[in-house]
């Protein structure tokens, strides 16, 4: 092992035990409103919570952290689902409340693939499922895939085939790569993560898809890394480790790791926002999520494609 593949697998644990760190600081930060307005509604700030739980799931599956990041991700989760969730119970009531919103199953379904259950939610889940209105709700393409695989992982009916969900997606048009922006950026690390299962089944990726992004995301990484928008490049580093081959870019992960402020938080794009802690949380814990679960599984495959070399002579 060379001392810049060492040096390079350190700087991208690194990356996600701060992050890790930071997050269990500020878990006060994943908080819900008591008493949600009518208006706003009460389900935005569950998804904070279903997200956290995704890359909790990440962090054990790749199993490439340390005790100390095991634990905190333990905590995190137990705080998430017990004292903010109430065990579920919150979860029931915004389904009772919102029936036709599939941000419960969203949120509920990587917090059961923990070990996390709520018998009475399910069943909520499962009736309103069975509505054609649910079925008809019209999304973006991407999120319609999104929904497609977590009605697969919850066990029941996909409202649209992901094969048929996953053709009106950008990405599966494999357009122009010059046209990609911000929004465009989202799109396909999501089309990348649904189809893979957030990174455990790297095989989702379609041959056509996975040899587009090998040759067109080092440019994308590139950009992403001059604009110093770093939430973006976060995930495309994601993506990158879901490819059959990743590059495990030097230069973005260097970055990426620079841009990381010392206490462990990732700004959205530039240097850290300003404001008080509340308002600050809201927007740095999203790329700081980003960056514990790109860590996590860059280094997994860092670590597989180590143990895959053959010994020197």
């Not at 905190?72 to 919102?98: F, I, P, V």
């Not at 969900?165 to 048009?173: D, E, I, M, N, Y």
Request: proline share 8%.
């Amino acid at each position: 092992m060379s001392s810049g593949t060492t040096s390079g697998i350190r700087q991208i644990h690194d990356v996600g035990a701060k992050a890790l760190g930071w997050l269990y600081e500020h878990r006060e930060g994943f908080r819900l409103e008591a008493d949600p307005s009518p208006e706003a509604g009460m389900l935005d700030r569950f998804k904070p919570l279903g997200e956290l739980a995704l890359i909790g799931k990440v962090i054990f599956r790749e199993g490439v952290a340390g005790s100390q990041q095991s634990s905190l991700a333990h905590k995190l989760l137990d705080h998430a689902w017990h004292e903010l969730l109430g065990s579920g119970t919150r979860l029931l009531e915004g389904q009772r409340r919102e029936p036709l919103s599939p941000v419960p199953l969203e949120v509920y379904v990587p917090f059961r693939e923990l070990g996390y259950r709520q018998p009475d939610l399910e069943s909520a889940i499962r009736l309103n499922h069975r509505l054609a209105s649910w079925a008809a709700l019209e999304v973006l393409p991407v999120r319609r895939l999104g929904l497609s695989a977590i009605e697969r992982r919850f066990g029941v009916e996909p409202s649209v085939p992901e094969t048929a969900a996953l053709a009106h997606t950008w990405l599966a048009r494999r357009p122009e790569p010059w046209t990609v922006e911000g929004h465009i950026g989202y799109d396909i690390t999501h089309t990348v993560f649904h189809l893979t299962d957030w990174g455990e089944k790297p095989t989702g990726l379609p041959a056509d898809i996975a040899e587009y992004l090998a040759l067109w995301l080092p440019v994308w990484l590139d950009d992403w890394l001059d604009l110093k928008r770093w939430d973006l490049l976060g995930e495309l580093l994601v993506v990158d480790a879901c490819l059959p081959e990743p590059t495990l870019d030097p230069a973005a992960w260097a970055g990426f790791a620079q841009a990381q402020e010392p206490d462990g938080a990732m700004p959205v794009v530039g240097g850290m926002p300003e404001g008080d802690e509340e308002s600050v949380f809201d927007l740095v814990y999203h790329p700081t999520l980003v960056a514990a679960f790109a860590s996590a599984l860059a280094m997994s495959r860092a670590l597989s494609d180590l143990s895959a070399d053959p010994a020197p002579a």
